[in-house]
């Protein structure tokens, strides 16, 4: 294997003339050259890296020429080494059979792709073991390279042991694959390469082609096994460099190819998918390299940080819509997604290979299988392929209805198909768009009863999705520059249809059993797919993504064969597929005036069915980890009381009403303690008993008369509630102002996150509070560890030990990298929300102290916070307040407003949280 020509090579280093210095420097000072050696080496490695990064600078997506231009430097480099160790340090005029050496290079330097600060792996070849010389040598070799600050990988065996090495471990086996000689005895490289070859590779090519499989599969799952994650990892991220790479193992392996280019003589690439191989791999190579220079350290991964830089480097520009950065990202995935296609083509055919070369023994020697024929096209051994090269070109409605076929009888795609599908794909024109028999087929297999998502995918991938709806061409690859989603918006949408039809087969009922109970009711199930297809469809193109959704809709659905009635339901979807959500999460749900307002949007049952679901699958196809017991609580607590009203048409209790009722539950789980209903419970108001759900009044109930009783006057009663996957942390202590901040922030340096608070106080003067709070991880505080510091940190804010405010302001931000996200604090007044309460909406900067900040403000402005709650959105963060002024009323005069919001503003700003840390 060679290593590809540099061009420009002795501006990058010259050998000749370093190698000359090196030497004038050895002749004057013999054996105390070395500092000089090193800094002459070290001078030479600093130019020819800031040769090659002025020309990535120049040329920002020649990824190609950098990698090579590093492995270029490097192997100059071990070649002046090499000759100065031999010729100065350890001279040998007259060598034995035995004192040969061999300087591979192998990995990715062996195939000439070094990003500016990868590992330089190298095999030290030798003919026999313990050749003191030989060992010297590779001792003072390596040791100036570490001086010279390179990460080196090294091994130093003989060829004998090379070979037992490479058959027993797969890892050293693809090292000597891309086996490359830098300098020394060629003779030993050759006899090492022709063993190779004759003792390791020939008869293990399933072996390897199994293993490797097995290694790729493990790596994805390492990684995320998406694509499409939002950080991805370029080298060994699922479509990343490693994935070509092992392509090009596998074909070298089988195929004994020298270069991937030659992976089209064998035929497992056209010309074009090679083309297309070199623009993904020449484009990833370049992003590591910007990586690796921005950095000035191996870095692989593309942190939200990392993007903006390296898009900027690669001279991405702001579109209408779509910033650089999203621009870059939406790139980097259209490659990623290409690697994917060629990574099935290739693998497909290397099966067929090994499927023709198995032969059958025994009573099946002769016999072979016959296709059956669908519909035209031919089925055998689980695949659907096309019966002829011309198939999708005489007819190219057929590009839809194979995907369909094979989604209705569970068949995968033949691979040969697969390549005539991405070639054809262009033959998807304004005809094959408004054709009824293509949109039929398209809505069949949207809507298919056995697995939509993975066809889906399939179409998507052959470019053939995008081909047909163009809208959602547009959202290919796009992703949403944010910590709070976790895929590209193409991927987010068919695994929410795959989410859709997994409710809808029942196979999700243990965590969405209403949704799995309703979808069998809703009076079109085509138009819920279709909304759940078009609900993202118009992000990325300035402006509101719902309003622009909801026009795409109103003139896509006809095309796709939707009635009127069909195709206002999935408009009306669109328009406000966040309204429940939000609703759910920023809202109080027992004011009545939340579910007036949902119910008078949402106007009839189906309407609910629909969007609940829709909901439910728009929340959990986010990422994993966003859905939780929580929020299925919520949702679940909003959908009930709004099928409620709508079934009823009017107000279904009045006030004194409703609280009877509650009042009654609760002596039915109080047993034998039901008196304190009347005991306890008359000293608390109508709004506590509105606003509480019966088992929290309950618990209450029984802490308040327990505390009572031994005369506690601080009592902390922490308890997991598994129902709404967090811990309740109910507070009883004599009411005085500021105490919910207080609490809030003694809260929040035990290290749990507040999703939820009720803030009540009894005519005797004592506050009973209710916190609903999760770990980190987005789960309940279980641990007797956990409790303890959670009543602790209580405790000690009430009493006034410590200084809160610094000890907040020195907690992390809830994700490391949040500090790559610009987040403006937001203010927003709603006094129409609530008959009784103002509504404040702070959003800001998702941090530990934000809560208790934002309370803060509030108790300086002389409001009444009522009740508080939660939502997090990746770096960002969405905390609602009710609240009222001092007598009990709303706030409604302008000038009180803008004093209370340049107050939130201030408390939730950056600038304050840098001057706290700073005193």
Request: with cysteine; glycine share 8%; proline share 3%.
């Amino acid at each position: 294997m060679t290593a590809p020509r540099v061009p420009g090579q002795r501006a990058i280093i010259d050998r000749r003339e370093l190698a000359e210095r090196i030497a004038a420097l050895a002749d004057e000072k013999g054996g105390e050259a070395r500092p000089q050696v090193v800094e002459a080496l070290r001078g030479a490695l600093d130019r020819g890296r800031a040769e090659l990064a002025r020309r990535l600078a120049e040329k920002p997506s020649a990824g190609h020429d950098c990698a090579a231009g590093h492995a270029f430097l490097i192997d100059q480099l071990l070649r002046v080494i090499h000759d100065y160790v031999t010729g100065y340090v350890y001279p040998a005029p007259n060598r034995t059979s035995g004192e040969r050496l061999a300087i591979l290079a192998v990995g990715g330097y062996g195939r000439a792709e070094m990003a500016p600060h990868s590992d330089v792996d190298i095999a030290f070849i030798t003919p026999t073991r313990r050749a003191p010389w030989c060992e010297q040598v590779i001792e003072a070799m390596l040791y100036l390279l570490w001086d010279l600050g390179l990460k080196v990988g090294h091994s130093s065996r003989t060829v004998s042991d090379t070979m037992r090495h490479a058959r027993e471990d797969l890892t050293i086996r693809t090292a000597l694959l891309e086996g490359r000689l830098v300098w020394g005895d060629g003779a030993l490289y050759e006899e090492l390469r022709e063993r190779f070859w004759k003792e390791v590779a020939k008869g293990s090519e399933r072996d390897f082609l199994t293993r490797k499989l097995a290694e790729r599969s493990q790596r994805h799952k390492r990684m995320g096994d998406s694509r499409y994650v939002v950080e991805p990892n370029v080298k060994d991220g699922k479509g990343g460099l490693r994935d070509l790479q092992t392509l090009y193992w596998i074909g070298k392996y089988m195929h004994r190819v020298e270069t991937a280019s030659q992976l089209v003589d064998v035929g497992l690439f056209t010309r074009s998918e090679y083309r297309s191989f070199r623009r993904a791999e020449g484009f990833l190579l370049a992003v590591r390299c910007h990586m690796h220079v921005i950095t000035g350290r191996a870095e692989d991964r593309l942190t939200f940080d990392l993007q903006r830089e390296v898009a900027a480097a690669m001279n991405f520009a702001e579109r209408p819509g779509k910033s650089a950065v999203e621009r870059f990202m939406q790139y980097y995935f259209m490659q990623a997604k290409r690697v994917g296609t060629l990574t099935g083509i290739f693998l497909a055919h290397i099966d067929d290979e090994f499927a023709r070369k198995t032969t059958r023994t025994g009573f099946f020697a002769g016999w072979t299988q016959r296709p059956r024929k669908l519909k035209g096209y031919m089925v055998e051994g689980g695949r659907i392929r096309a019966p002829g090269d011309d198939w999708f070109a005489d007819d190219p409605v057929r590009l839809i209805e194979i995907f369909q076929l094979a989604e209705a009888e569970g068949l995968e795609i033949h691979p040969q198909t697969l390549r005539q599908i991405d070639r054809d794909a262009k033959h998807i024109d304004g005809s094959v768009r408004s054709d009824t028999r293509a949109n039929a087929l398209f809505l069949d297999l949207l809507a298919g009863r056995n697995d939509p998502e993975t066809a889906l995918r399939w179409m998507n991938e052959a470019g053939v999705f995008g081909r047909f709806v163009p809208d959602f061409g547009r959202v290919n690859a796009q992703m949403q520059f944010d910590m709070y989603h976790h895929y590209t918006v193409d991927e987010h949408t068919i695994r929410a249809i795959g989410l859709l039809s997994q409710i809808e087969r029942g196979l999700l009922e243990n965590d969405h059993p209403r949704a799995t109970r309703e979808i069998h009711k809703v009076g079109s199930r085509r138009a819920l797919y279709v909304a759940v297809l078009l609900h993202d469809i118009a992000k990325g193109r300035g402006g509101d993504h719902s309003v622009l959704g909801a026009e795409v809709a109103q003139n896509l659905c006809p095309r796709m064969g939707l009635d009127e009635r069909e195709t206002d339901l999935v408009a009306w979807l669109v328009l406000h597929h966040l309204l429940m959500s939000s609703t759910a999460q920023k809202r109080d749900l027992t004011d009545p005036k939340t579910i007036e307002d949902f119910v008078g949007e949402v106007r009839n049952l189906d309407r609910l069915r629909n969007l609940a679901i829709l909901t439910a699958v728009d929340i959990r196809a986010v990422g994993p980890g966003v859905w939780n017991s929580w929020k299925g609580q919520l949702l679940g607590e909003l959908y009930d009381a709004s099928a409620e009203r709508l079934r009823l048409g009017h107000k279904e209790k009045g006030r004194k009403q409703r609280v009877g009722v509650k009042k009654d539950a609760v002596r039915a789980l109080l047993g034998d303690r039901a008196t304190l209903v009347d005991e306890v419970g008359a000293k608390l108001g109508d709004a506590y008993w509105i606003a509480e759900p019966e088992d929290i009044i309950a618990r209450n109930l029984v802490q308040y008369a327990e505390a009572r009783a031994i005369e506690d006057r601080l009592s902390i009663h922490c308890e997991v509630d598994e129902e709404r996957g967090a811990t309740l942390v109910s507070v009883i202590a004599p009411d005085h102002p500021g105490l919910f901040y207080r609490m809030a922030g003694g809260i929040h340096l035990s290290g749990a996150n507040i999703i939820d608070a009720r803030i009540h106080t009894a005519a005797s003067g004592y506050a009973i509070d209710n916190f609903l709070v999760q770990d980190q991880h987005g789960g309940p505080f279980r641990e007797d560890g956990q409790i303890a510091r959670l009543k602790k940190g209580i405790r000690d804010a009430l009493a006034g030990t410590g200084s809160l405010v610094p000890k907040l302001a020195a907690r992390p931000l809830a994700h490391s990298r949040a500090k790559a996200f610009q987040v403006a604090p937001r203010v927003d007044f709603d006094n129409s929300a609530s008959n009784r309460f103002t509504v404040i909406e702070v959003t800001a900067r998702d941090r530990p102290a934000l809560l208790n900040r934002l309370a803060h403000a509030l108790y300086e402005a002389n409001l009444i916070v009522q009740s508080a709650h939660i939502t997090a959105y990746g770096e960002s963060a969405a905390d609602t307040f009710y609240v009222t002024d001092l007598i009990g009323s709303k706030v409604t005069a302008p000038e009180r407003l803008a004093e209370i919001e340049a107050r939130l503003l201030e408390a939730a700003s950056d600038r304050r949280q840098e001057q706290l840390e700073k005193s």
